[in-house]
């Protein structure tokens, strides 16, 4: 399955997978420490006017973070989390991972 495509049940077991964290939490929807993951391990998100908004992401990562240093892919989504969580998926794992469900 190809990281751009990933929602719902599935990309959050594979964000919270990424992040060494307990499943369970609706990522899309209902992100604890959004702000400060996006600060922490060095994020980058916005919306792009000539996709009709729709909300590119990459991460870029620092030293000592949880997520590899360097540029993952960037990866698009409808709202900055989804776009987040699959950058996250996609710097972690690549551009394809299996279904975790």
Known sequence: MKTSELGGATLHAWIAKALGEEPGTAYSTSWPGFDQLIEREAIHVAPMPGKAYQWCS???????GRLPEGRGPWQ?????RIAVGRAIVAARYGSEVADLL
């Not at 990459?58 to 000592?64: A, F, L």
């Not at 698009?76 to 900055?80: K, S």
């Open 58 to 64: 990459i991460v870029v990562g620092r030293p000592g």
């Open 76 to 80: 698009e989504g409808p709202n900055p």
